[in-house]
C-alpha cells in the first residue's frame, strides 16, 4: 500500500468530496443541477448572442450611420457649392462684366471700377469670408478681385502652365458654358483661409468669342456648417475620384492623393453609393448632387468597440455574478425541497433499524408536511400493531399457563384409569368400567398434543364421553339433547372450545338447581358460518357476573370461558363472536359463531 504525504491527502481529501457529491445520484444534486441549468441557460444565450452578434449588429449599426450622414452631408455640400455656383453665374454672364473683359482694361479709381466692384460685392453679399470671387481676362491685364487677387490666377505668368492649384489651368472637356466645380485648387488663400473648392466659369461675349474667366473660391468656412451635424464623424472627405485626389472637410490642412488618406487606400473601390469597410473604420461614400465629387463619411469603430469592450467586460462581470447567484439561489432552492426529503429518507432509515420514535416535522411545502403526516401515522400504526402482537403472545402464553394450571397431569390421570379400569373388569363393575373408558378417552385427547385443532365432529364425540360419566353420575337427574349438523362435522376448529361450556353448564348452571335438569348442545351452519349453542335450565346468572369484555377473564376465576374465547379470538379476530345471556332461575345460554369458509379452503388445499 503507497502512503501519500499528508499535504496531498489533505488537498485530495475535499476533492474527493466534492467528487463524490456530484457523482452521488442523490435528489439534492438532481434539483440543484436543474435549477443552475434554468437560472444559466438564460444568461449563456444572452452572452453568446451577445458575443456572436453584437459585433455583427454594431458594424451594421456604424454603417447605417456612416450611410445617413455621407447622404446628408452629400446633399449640404451640394446645396452650398450649388449656390456659389448661381452666383457664378450672375457675375459671369453681367454685361457689365462682359464690356469691361471684352474692352481688356479697366482704369482704377473709374466709375466703371466702381460699378465692377460694387457688382462683385452685392453678388457675393455675405460670403465675403466664406468664398471669394476673382475675374481676370485672357490677356492678365484685367484682375479683379473680392479679397487680395492670387497669383495663382495671374494669366501673365500662369496661363499656359499646368498648376494643380490652378482651376484655370486645366482643361476639363466640358461644355465651354457650364461651371467646373474641383477641389484640386485646395491651397490655403491670401486671407490665410483654406480653399476648399473652386468654381470656375469662363465669361463669353454674344459672338461667342472667351474673353476671359471667373473663378469662385470656396472657403472651409463655408462648410463649416456641415461639421456641426456629424460630431460622430472621424472625418468628411470630398474626392475627386478622376485624378484620385481628396480633402478633409473636418482636418483642412489635408488634401492630396489617396496615398495620404489610408482609409481610402484600404478600400476595394471608390464609387458612388458605397459603404465598406476600411479597418477600424467604416466608409460611406455618396455623390455630391450636381457635381462630379464624391463626399466620403469616415466613421471610426474605435470608440465604438472601447465601448463594446466596457459592455462585454461589464457584462462578462455581471454575469459571474449572475452565475454566482444562480448558483446561490440554486443551492437554496434545492435544498428547501430536498432536505424535507431527506430527513423523511432518514427517519425511514431509523424505522428500518428499529428505533420508532416519532416526531411532527412543519415543512414549507403542503405536500412534504402531508408526507410526514402520513408517514407518522403509519409509524404509530406499526407501533400500535406491535404493542397488540406482544399483548396478544402475553395473552396467549398467560392462556396456555392457566388451561395448564387448571387441568391434572394427564399421563398420572391415564396411568391411574387403566389400572381402575383393570379392576373394574376383573371385579365385573360394568359402571365403573364404562366411566374409566369414557374418562380415558377424554385424557387421550388431552395427551394427544400433536395437533392443535380438531373437527367438530371430534368435539362432539368428546362431549359425548363427558356426558355419559355425567349422566352415570346424576342418573335420571340429568336430561342431555345434542345435536350435531352433518355439514359441519368436517370443520377444524381449535380443541377444547365446546366441553369448557358444557363443563360450566353443569357445575355452576345445573348442580346448584333441585329437580330435573335440562342440557342441551347444538351445532349447526348457516349462511357459511358455525352456530354452536350450550343451553341449560339452571339457576342462571346474575347480572355483572360476566363482564361485556370477555379480555377482562384474564386474571378471574372463570377460565374455561376465557380459554374459549381466546383460543376462538386468535384464530378468527373479529369474525367470531360469542355470547352468555342468562338470568336468575331461567338458565343459562352460550352461543358462538364464527366462519366456516376459512376452514373449507384449508381443507380444499
Same mark, same amino acid.
Given at each position: 500500500?503507497?502512503?501519500?504525504?499528508?499535504?496531498?491527502?489533505? /488537498?485530495?481529501?475535499?476533492?474527493?468530496?466534492?467528487?463524490?457529491?456530484?457523482?452521488?445520484?442523490?435528489?439534492?444534486?438532481?434539483?440543484?443541477?436543474?435549477?443552475?441549468?434554468?437560472?444559466?441557460?438564460?444568461?449563456?444565450?444572452?452572452?453568446?448572442?451577445?458575443?456572436?452578434?453584437?459585433?455583427?449588429?454594431?458594424?451594421?449599426?456604424?454603417?447605417?450611420?456612416?450611410?445617413?450622414?455621407?447622404?446628408?452631408?452629400?446633399?449640404?455640400?451640394?446645396?452650398?457649392?450649388?449656390?456659389?455656383?448661381?452666383?457664378?453665374?450672375?457675375?459671369?454672364?453681367?454685361?457689365?462684366?462682359?464690356?469691361?473683359?471684352?474692352?481688356?482694361?479697366?482704369?482704377? #479709381?473709374?466709375?466703371?471700377?466702381?460699378?465692377?466692384?460694387?457688382? &462683385?460685392?452685392?453678388?457675393?453679399?455675405?460670403?465675403?469670408?466664406?468664398?471669394?470671387?476673382?475675374?481676370?481676362? !485672357? %490677356?492678365?491685364?484685367?484682375?479683379?478681385?473680392?479679397?487680395?487677387?492670387?497669383?495663382?490666377?495671374?494669366?501673365?505668368?500662369?496661363? #499656359?502652365?499646368? +498648376?494643380?492649384?490652378?482651376?484655370?489651368?486645366?482643361?476639363?472637356?466640358?461644355?465651354?458654358?457650364?461651371?467646373?466645380?474641383?477641389?484640386?485648387?485646395?491651397?490655403?488663400?491670401?486671407? #490665410?483661409? =483654406?480653399?476648399?473648392?473652386?468654381?470656375?466659369?469662363?465669361?463669353?461675349? @454674344?459672338?461667342?468669342?472667351?474673353?476671359?474667366?471667373?473663378?469662385?473660391?470656396?472657403?472651409?468656412?463655408?462648410?463649416?456648417?456641415?461639421?456641426?451635424?456629424?460630431?460622430?464623424?472621424?472625418?468628411?472627405?470630398?474626392?475627386?475620384?478622376?485624378?484620385?485626389?481628396?480633402?478633409?472637410?473636418?482636418? $483642412?490642412?489635408?488634401?492630396?492623393?489617396?496615398?495620404?488618406?489610408?482609409?481610402?487606400?484600404?478600400?476595394?473601390?471608390?464609387?458612388?453609393?458605397?459603404?465598406?469597410?476600411?479597418?477600424?473604420?467604416?466608409?460611406?461614400?455618396?455623390?455630391?448632387?450636381?457635381?462630379?465629387?464624391?463626399?466620403?463619411?469616415?466613421?471610426?469603430?474605435?470608440?465604438?468597440?472601447?465601448?463594446?469592450?466596457?459592455?462585454?467586460?461589464?457584462?462578462?462581470?455581471?454575469?459571474?455574478?449572475?452565475?454566482?447567484?444562480?448558483?446561490? &439561489?440554486?443551492?437554496?432552492?434545492?435544498?428547501?425541497?430536498?432536505?424535507?426529503?431527506?430527513?423523511?429518507?432518514?427517519?425511514?432509515?431509523?424505522?428500518?433499524?428499529?428505533?420508532?420514535? /416519532?416526531?411532527?416535522?412543519?415543512?414549507?411545502?403542503?405536500?412534504?408536511?402531508?408526507?410526514?403526516?402520513?408517514?407518522?401515522? =403509519?409509524?404509530?400504526?406499526?407501533? %400500535?400493531?406491535?404493542?397488540?402482537?406482544?399483548?396478544?403472545? @402475553?395473552?396467549?402464553?398467560?392462556?396456555?399457563?392457566?388451561?395448564?394450571?387448571?387441568?391434572?397431569?394427564?399421563?398420572?390421570?391415564? #396411568?391411574?384409569? !387403566?389400572?381402575?379400569?383393570?379392576?373394574?373388569?376383573?371385579?365385573?363393575?360394568?359402571?365403573?368400567? /364404562?366411566?374409566?373408558?369414557?374418562?380415558?378417552?377424554?385424557?387421550?385427547?388431552?395427551? +394427544?398434543?400433536?395437533?392443535?385443532?380438531?373437527?367438530?365432529?371430534?368435539?362432539?364425540?368428546?362431549?359425548?364421553?363427558?356426558?355419559?360419566?355425567?349422566?352415570?353420575?346424576?342418573?335420571?337427574?340429568?336430561?342431555?339433547?345434542?345435536?350435531?349438523?352433518?355439514?359441519?362435522? +368436517?370443520?377444524? $376448529?381449535? *380443541?377444547?372450545?365446546?366441553?369448557?361450556?358444557?363443563?360450566?353448564?353443569?357445575?355452576?348452571?345445573?348442580?346448584?338447581?333441585?329437580?330435573?335438569?335440562?342440557?342441551?348442545?347444538?351445532?349447526? @351452519?348457516?349462511?357459511?358460518?358455525?352456530?354452536?349453542?350450550?343451553?341449560?335450565?339452571?339457576?342462571?346468572?346474575?347480572?355483572?357476573?360476566?363482564?361485556?369484555?370477555?379480555?377482562?377473564?384474564?386474571?378471574?376465576?372463570?377460565?374455561?370461558?376465557? !380459554?374459549?374465547?381466546?383460543?376462538?379470538?386468535?384464530?378468527? *379476530?373479529?369474525?367470531?363472536?360469542? %355470547?352468555?345471556?342468562?338470568?336468575?332461575?331461567?338458565? $343459562?345460554?352460550? *352461543?358462538?359463531?364464527?366462519?366456516?369458509?376459512?376452514?373449507?379452503?384449508?381443507?380444499?388445499?
Amino acid at each position: 500500500m503507497i502512503l501519500l504525504p499528508p499535504l496531498i491527502a489533505a /488537498t485530495l481529501h475535499p476533492m474527493n468530496r466534492i467528487v463524490a457529491f456530484w457523482t452521488k445520484k442523490t435528489l439534492f444534486t438532481r434539483l440543484f443541477l436543474y435549477f443552475l441549468v434554468v437560472l444559466t441557460v438564460p444568461l449563456a444565450l444572452f452572452a453568446s448572442y451577445y458575443a456572436l452578434l453584437g459585433g455583427r449588429n454594431q458594424e451594421q449599426h456604424l454603417m447605417e450611420q456612416a450611410k445617413q450622414n455621407a447622404l446628408y452631408d452629400a446633399q449640404q455640400v451640394g446645396i452650398i457649392l450649388e449656390s456659389y455656383r448661381h452666383k457664378a453665374y450672375q457675375i459671369s454672364t453681367n454685361e457689365l462684366v462682359i464690356s469691361i473683359l471684352k474692352d481688356d482694361r479697366i482704369e482704377t #479709381n473709374s466709375q466703371t471700377s466702381r460699378d465692377l466692384y460694387q457688382l &462683385l460685392f452685392s453678388t457675393m453679399r455675405g460670403d465675403t469670408y466664406l468664398a471669394s470671387a476673382h475675374l481676370v481676362s !485672357n %490677356s492678365g491685364k484685367v484682375r479683379v478681385s473680392t479679397h487680395a487677387f492670387p497669383d495663382v490666377f495671374d494669366l501673365r505668368y500662369h496661363g #499656359n502652365d499646368y +498648376d494643380m492649384n490652378s482651376i484655370i489651368s486645366q482643361n476639363p472637356n466640358v461644355s465651354p458654358t457650364a461651371s467646373i466645380i474641383s477641389i484640386r485648387g485646395h491651397r490655403q488663400a491670401e486671407s #490665410n483661409r =483654406m480653399v476648399m473648392a473652386s468654381i470656375l466659369r469662363r465669361v463669353y461675349d @454674344k459672338e461667342g468669342e472667351n474673353l476671359g474667366y471667373l473663378v469662385v473660391e470656396v472657403f472651409a468656412e463655408a462648410l463649416s456648417s456641415v461639421l456641426s451635424t456629424t460630431d460622430v464623424l472621424a472625418d468628411i472627405l470630398l474626392i475627386d475620384n478622376r485624378v484620385f485626389i481628396a480633402s478633409s472637410l473636418k482636418y $483642412t490642412d489635408r488634401s492630396g492623393p489617396f496615398t495620404k488618406f489610408p482609409v481610402l487606400t484600404s478600400l476595394k473601390s471608390v464609387g458612388r453609393a458605397t459603404i465598406q469597410r476600411s479597418g477600424s473604420s467604416v466608409v460611406a461614400i455618396e455623390a455630391v448632387p450636381g457635381t462630379d465629387l464624391l463626399l466620403a463619411a469616415v466613421v471610426s469603430s474605435v470608440p465604438y468597440q472601447e465601448s463594446f469592450d466596457r459592455l462585454l467586460l461589464i457584462f462578462i462581470g455581471t454575469m459571474a455574478v449572475g452565475s454566482i447567484l444562480a448558483m446561490i &439561489l440554486s443551492l437554496l432552492f434545492s435544498r428547501s425541497i430536498s432536505r424535507p426529503i431527506k430527513d423523511l429518507a432518514d427517519r425511514m432509515s431509523e424505522v428500518e433499524k428499529g428505533n420508532l420514535q /416519532t416526531h411532527e416535522v412543519t415543512a414549507s411545502i403542503f405536500e412534504f408536511t402531508q408526507l410526514e403526516h402520513s408517514f407518522n401515522v =403509519m409509524v404509530k400504526q406499526i407501533i %400500535s400493531l406491535l404493542e397488540l402482537t406482544k399483548e396478544e403472545e @402475553k395473552k396467549l402464553h398467560e392462556a396456555e399457563r392457566k388451561a395448564l394450571e387448571s387441568q391434572m397431569n394427564p399421563h398420572f390421570l391415564f #396411568n391411574t384409569l !387403566n389400572t381402575i379400569k383393570a379392576l373394574a373388569k376383573l371385579h365385573d363393575e360394568q359402571e365403573i368400567y /364404562t366411566i374409566a373408558v369414557k374418562l380415558g378417552k377424554l385424557l387421550r385427547s388431552t395427551i +394427544d398434543n400433536h395437533e392443535s385443532e380438531c373437527t367438530l365432529e371430534q368435539s362432539m364425540s368428546l362431549i359425548d364421553s363427558y356426558l355419559t360419566i355425567q349422566k352415570l353420575r346424576f342418573g335420571e337427574k340429568l336430561h342431555v339433547q345434542t345435536y350435531l349438523d352433518p355439514n359441519c362435522k +368436517d370443520v377444524k $376448529t381449535p *380443541k377444547l372450545i365446546i366441553q369448557p361450556l358444557v363443563e360450566n353448564a353443569i357445575i355452576h348452571g345445573l348442580e346448584p338447581k333441585a329437580g330435573v335438569w335440562d342440557l342441551q348442545v347444538k351445532v349447526v @351452519k348457516l349462511d357459511n358460518r358455525i352456530f354452536i349453542s350450550v343451553q341449560d335450565n339452571g339457576v342462571g346468572l346474575k347480572k355483572g357476573t360476566l363482564p361485556d369484555n370477555l379480555e377482562e377473564l384474564a386474571n378471574s376465576s372463570h377460565v374455561g370461558v376465557y !380459554n374459549v374465547y381466546r383460543r376462538l379470538y386468535l384464530k378468527y *379476530k373479529e369474525k367470531m363472536h360469542i %355470547s352468555i345471556v342468562g338470568a336468575i332461575g331461567e338458565g $343459562t345460554i352460550v *352461543k358462538v359463531s364464527f366462519p366456516a369458509e376459512c376452514n373449507e379452503q384449508r381443507s380444499s388445499l
